[in-house]
């Protein structure tokens, strides 16, 4: 241990460094530690002069690890993981009180997380929940959080994943709106960057024989929220609605659905130590998810869409 102090001007050196490797930028690495750019920059500079190599290239627009940095940046990424998991356990030890963050989409959040969080807090009497909201399409990666919702395409599996289910997309409306007389115009609610036709889609939208207008939202909790007010047909992703579909808010337009070639995970942060009660929220978002799927199939039995959930449609 003495030989690696002598290797690192300081061990505030390694905050610094990991901050600019994550960020790919002295300046906002700077603010957010809370101190001057070049106090950042002098850092770094001593740090590689210390060790004799370089660890960034300078880049239109900030800095880039170099594949040594690379190397640094990813054991010291590790190692602080580590550090920090361990200290979140010694805090729960002491309060009772374990705080687990998840990265979801606010729709995810708004529409199925948040009608059970009354189920959540008996389930989970010593879980302090805290959300990283994504408003638009669900990706990116995983920083400072324990779990995650992603989409996968074709053979990526995400290490520390578990499978929800497929993606699986069907119209649905309020029954209102479904039985509504045959006669003006359809209004599909649509998702700006999903980029599907959703009518030649899902034909069965066609022979409804009316004409079809599209309103447009970014956010999937606004799309949802508007068809539950009975303004329209909106693209139910199956992981976001089975809640109210169980309870009937939200019916299936048609009898249509379309599975795609992704397909949804839980994902829990790979580095640092595994902590049994994120895998216990894990398993029960599954198992909650396919409590409302056995009442919904039990409802729509021609649409087999546990079959489809559980990879076997």
């Not at 640094?72 to 687990?100: C, D, P, V, Y």
């Not at 998840?102 to 010593?126: C, G, I, Q, Y």
């Not at 839980?266 to 902590?275: A, D, E, I, N």
């Not at 978002?285 to 056995?294: A, G, K, S």
């Amino acid at each position: 241990m003495a030989n690696f102090r002598r290797k690192l001007p300081s061990a505030n050196a390694l905050f610094v460094f990991e901050a600019a490797g994550r960020c790919g930028s002295l300046t906002k690495a700077a603010a957010e530690l809370y101190v001057s750019q070049p106090a950042v920059s002098r850092m770094l500079a001593r740090m590689e002069e210390r060790m004799g190599v370089r660890l960034f290239n300078r880049v239109r627009g900030g800095v880039e690890l170099t594949d040594d940095g690379r190397m640094l940046h990813q054991a010291i990424t590790a190692g602080f993981n580590t550090i920090e998991a361990s200290i979140s356990e010694i805090e729960a030890r002491a309060t009772g009180m374990e705080t687990i963050t998840l990265s979801v989409s606010t729709a995810f959040t708004t529409h199925w997380m948040m009608p059970r969080m009354e189920k959540l807090r008996r389930d989970f009497p010593n879980v302090d929940l805290r959300f990283q909201l994504i408003s638009g399409k669900v990706g990116g990666p995983m920083h400072d959080v324990d779990l995650g919702i992603r989409f996968f395409t074709g053979n990526e599996t995400p290490e520390a994943g578990a499978l929800l289910m497929p993606e699986i997309i069907l119209p649905v409306c309020t029954p209102g709106y479904r039985d509504k007389p045959v006669h003006g115009s359809d209004i599909i609610i649509n998702l700006t960057d999903s980029f599907r036709d959703w009518p030649n889609l899902f034909p069965g939208l066609r022979q409804r024989e009316l004409d079809l207008y599209s309103l447009n939202f970014s956010d999937y909790s606004i799309v949802i929220q508007t068809a539950m007010l009975g303004q329209g047909i909106a693209p139910g992703w199956l992981n976001v609605v089975t809640h109210w579909m169980r309870l009937g808010t939200l019916v299936p337009a048609i009898g249509q659905t379309h599975v795609t070639e992704r397909r949804c995970y839980l994902v829990q942060q790979s580095s640092g130590t595994p902590r049994p009660t994120v895998a216990k929220l894990r398993d029960w978002i599954i198992e909650e998810t396919f409590r409302d799927l056995e009442e919904i199939d039990r409802m729509y039995p021609e649409m087999e869409l546990l079959n489809l959930a559980s990879g076997r449609g």
